[in-house]
Structure formats: structure tokens, C-alpha cells
């Protein structure tokens, strides 16, 4: 059988195994939801009159939530998961099989990019249905072509990390110590001040999550003139999400370390 043929039915089972488990399935999609709800409990739904027409608040919080919840499923959600797997011996049992390394990766990170999706999809849909948020077509193709190259970037670097952590315990402490000083820093919910540190916004031009941040923002505002697409940032989220795929299938580990 051939590789991509594994692929596909790797991603099946992928699919099968989240069903499977609706509890983390259900909280997987609700959690960007209530951040949508306590954003506009805590800082309102107020109209906003700019150079080109008018709109309201949610329509800025839907980008700032779908970077967040590309990067919570794919990043950190994956890397705690496969953590986990590894631990309990899953992943020493589908070492055993005829499935190739490359399938078992790419199928992870496909699958994931499908949920990234699919999550963004519920909260604009959300926030379009009990909060007017504006959708704008002109640059929604801009708009989903950043979630996907994020979502399968982010996927990448999350197997990548896993190769980093020793065991099951140490992935949620390992893992959240690298995403969240970064979500502080890249402009995803708190914009950095003017006061802040010059070397904080240096670092957080390094690192891709300001630069999904920004070319969502982008693509979502809609006030924007031209297609909305930022292939700068773009380049740069590819290029970790190539570094993470690289360094996922030269250090991945089919068993926990001793």
C-alpha cells in the first residue's frame, strides 16, 4: 500500500478517534466561544465609525479568537495529546505497524488543519448569528488561505515540540511556557504599548504567532481595500511550519524517554 493511501486512511481513523471522544471534541469547539461571549460581556459589542463605513467591536475580536484558537488546537493541543499517547504506549503500538512515520505526521497535521478550520468557522458563525459581526468577502480568500498555512504551520511545530518533552507530566509545563509569553507579545489579545520594551515587539517579529495574528487581522477587517492577503507573514509562518515538519520527522519519538 502505498504512502499516500496510509495517509488517507491514518486521517480517517484521525476523524474516527475524535468522534469518539465527544467530550474533548465538544470542549475543543466551545472554548473560542466563550471568549467571544467574555469579550463582549467585558468590552461590549459598541458600533464603530471609521473612514469607509461602519461596524462594531466583534467584528475586530473574531481574528484575535481564531489565532487563538488555530494555535490552542494545533499547537498546544497536539503536543499534549501526542505527549500523552506516547506515555501510554499508543504510540509504540502504531510503531509496530506497516504505517509509515511520514503518514502518521502528515495525517496529525492534515486533521488538525481540518479542525483549525472548521473551529473558526463556528465562532464567525457564532459571532455573525448573536453579534452582527461583519464578514467581509472580499478578503475572505486571503482570510482562509492564513488559516490554513497557520493551522498546518502550528501543527508542524507542535509534533516538533513534542520531541522535546521527556514525558506526559512535563507537557503542559513545557508546552505553555513557550506559547504563552509569546501570545503576550504577538499583538494577539493586548496590543504592546508604546512604552513596552523595544526588544519585546523584536522578539515577537521572530516568532510566527504575531504573524498569524496580523495577517488575520487583515484579512478579517473590513475596511480593507485590497485582497487582504499579507504574504510576508505568510512567508514566515511557513517557513517555521517547514522547520517544525522537518524537525517532527528527524526527532519524533515513538516512546517516552527513559
Known sequence: ???????????????????????????????????????????????????????????????????????????????????????????????????????????????????????????????????????????????????VVGAAAFAALGLATTAFIPNAEAAPAVVNAIILPLLFISDVFIPLRDGAPIWLGLAGDVFPVKHLSIALQSAFDPFEQGSGLRLENLAVIAAWGIAGAIVAVRRFRWEPSR
Open 1 to 147: 500500500m502505498t504512502g499516500a493511501r496510509l495517509l488517507l486512511r491514518q486521517l480517517r481513523y484521525e476523524r474516527l478517534a475524535f468522534m469518539r471522544n465527544p467530550a474533548a471534541a465538544f470542549f475543543t469547539f466551545f472554548f473560542p466561544l466563550i471568549f467571544l461571549v467574555i469579550f463582549n460581556l467585558i468590552f461590549g459589542n459598541e458600533p464603530i465609525q471609521l473612514e469607509g463605513g461602519e461596524t462594531n467591536t466583534s467584528t475586530f475580536y473574531i481574528p484575535a479568537i481564531a489565532a487563538f484558537s488555530v494555535i490552542n488546537a494545533c499547537y498546544t493541543g497536539l503536543a499534549m495529546s501526542i505527549s500523552f499517547a506516547r506515555e501510554q504506549g499508543q504510540l509504540q503500538r502504531i510503531a509496530g505497524t506497516p504505517l509509515p512515520k511520514g503518514s502518521y505526521l502528515g495525517a496529525k497535521i492534515l486533521f488538525m488543519t481540518v479542525i483549525g478550520m472548521l473551529l473558526v468557522v463556528v465562532v464567525t458563525a457564532f459571532g455573525l448569528v448573536f453579534y452582527s459581526v461583519d464578514v467581509p468577502s472580499g478578503t475572505l480568500p486571503a482570510f482562509l488561505l492564513s488559516l
